[in-house]
């Protein structure tokens, strides 16, 4: 396999910002996103990186976009490493991991939906029978399909672990009529998104979206859409209620860190091959089976 994309270098180009997996930079109208082939989990950069990583995000994420262009505007303005300004269009080792975005206003709230019962909404539900607050009917198991989709946003966390946070505290922040917009739109898009991707043998259990806003004060999507970063996929085929499924997404690498015995402190512990290519192989299924593509990152060729 190939050496994983770490971290990008652009000499004369403006990098604003680091990440702990993406890193940006700034040209005079626009930015530039590149998804590096790092992962994190647990609020820490594990090593060794994924190869192809990266580009899977990117392309997966540039579907989503075009595929709802209809119904909300996003933030792409190029997706070919030829239509990028200069220096990036001279720097072939972007493609296919980069895009040329809008400059935007960050709303400084997640936007997150959830189908069913897993992760930090499980855990709450067992103590409280609540998610986010929103009572849930009793008797649910892990895993459980929600009544419907629920809208739980919460605060962006450049430090730690994000807080979620109920609508209320959500329309402090970014005022009611805001909130309401984004909360509306985000289910809208989940259960479109879930629709399709059921049929394709997926079921996104939940995802979070992020936006904008542009000069004009209009709502844009913006950073990545229903990746296997950014959502937990789960094959439809083995879905059953009342425990933890199999997947297509991170929580494969999570679930191996919490079996390994790490106590969440950094260093994290390296990721055995296996791992690593478990994890590749389920983002390249992933595409598959929503895009109905196969992909080959330039990054994963022997």
């Known amino acids: ?69 209809d119904r909300v505007p996003n933030h792409l303005l190029a997706t070919e490493l030829a239509d990028f300004p ?58 459980a399909k929600l009544p419907e989709p629920i809208f739980t946003p919460a605060t962006k966390a450049t430090d730690g672990h994000d807080e979620n946070i109920s609508f209320e505290r959500m329309v402090g922040i970014v005022g009611e009529e805001t909130a309401s917009r984004l909360r509306d739109l985000t289910l809208e898009l989940y259960i479109a998104a879930a629709d399709y991707a059921r049929e394709r043998g997926i079921l996104i259990a939940d995802t979070k979206f992020e936006f904008g806003f542009d000069g004009d004060r209009n709502i844009v999507w913006m950073d990545e859409a229903l990746t296997p970063d950014s959502s937990r996929f789960w094959p439809a085929a083995d879905y059953q209620p009342g425990r933890s499924q199999a997947s297509f997404d991170k929580q494969y690498v999570r679930d191996w860190l919490e079996a390994s015995g790490w106590d969440k402190e950094p260093p994290a512990p390296t990721l055995p091959p296996e791992v690593v290519e478990g994890t590749l192989s389920r983002y390249l299924e992933a595409y598959r089976l929503l895009t109905g593509a196969d992909l080959e990152p330039a990054a994963a060729k022997d």
């Open 86 to 143: 200069e220096p990036f269009k001279d720097h072939p080792e972007l493609a296919g991991r980069s895009v040329l975005a809008q400059r935007l206003e960050p709303v400084p709230v997640e936007c997150v939906a959830r189908g069913y019962l897993a992760g930090s909404g499980w855990k709450e539900y067992q103590v409280d029978g609540t998610v986010c607050g929103i009572g849930l009917p009793e008797g649910l198991t892990e895993s």
């Open 1 to 69: 396999m190939s050496q994983a994309l770490l971290t990008s270098s652009i000499p004369s180009g403006k990098l604003v910002s680091r990440g702990k997996v993406r890193d940006i930079y700034a040209t005079d109208e626009a930015l530039v996103l590149v998804a590096t082939d790092r992962i994190s989990a647990f609020d820490s950069v594990l090593s060794p990186g994924i190869a192809g990583r990266g580009e899977i995000l990117t392309r997966l994420s540039t579907f989503w976009f075009r595929r709802f262009a």
